[in-house]
């Protein structure tokens, strides 16, 4: 299993789109309804990773039609990732950039993380490691913990559009 650090210095990938820097859209703290995910960003997973959104999607048959159109990346050596490696990773974080929310629709804890805070803190992202994924995947009821139930695999969400460097493209062929 590769490190953290390999796997930040490695290649990501989005599907469905072709990244345009200048059109991601700022993080939000406004959440999506009944769900842990903040509006805005760029989503992606590590091109290798054990469970990633392509594995998600094909599992779940979810418009398996966009992963045919994806953009490859690496993040900037710079960027400053906030990385949630574990249970224990998940309650720091909490503890420091969450507060509650009452809009738990059908999959949500009653607590959010606070990606504006996270971000002003100068991070340029999160980082949900596929160990981190697994151990905070169906987590709904902590003191100090929001759920990652809607996290769906090993994932990154980046705010900052300058630390990413597009490495290649696919136009929509079979890949």
Known sequence: MKTIDELLTGEFITYG???DTA?????SDDVWPGL?????GLWASPVNSIFGWKDWCEG???????????????????????????????????R????????????GSD?????VKIQEDGYSGVFLTYRGHRENHFI????????????DC?????????VIEIVETSMGTDN
């Open 111 to 115: 607590r959010v993380l606070k990606f």
């Open 140 to 151: 709904y009821e902590s003191p100090v913990c929001c759920g990652l139930n809607t996290w």
């Open 23 to 27: 059109k991601i859209n700022s993080i």
């Open 17 to 19: 789109f072709h990244i």
């Open 36 to 40: 842990e995910k903040p509006r805005g």
């Open 60 to 94: 779940e048959d979810f418009h398996t039609d966009r992963l045919k159109t994806w953009t490859k990346f690496k993040i900037s050596p710079e960027a400053k990732i906030l990385v949630i490696n574990s249970y224990n990773d998940l309650v720091e974080v909490a």
């Open 154 to 162: 090993e994932s990154i969400i980046l705010f900052n559009p300058e």
């Open 96 to 107: 420091k950039y969450s507060e509650r929310h009452f809009d738990l629709g059908s999959y």
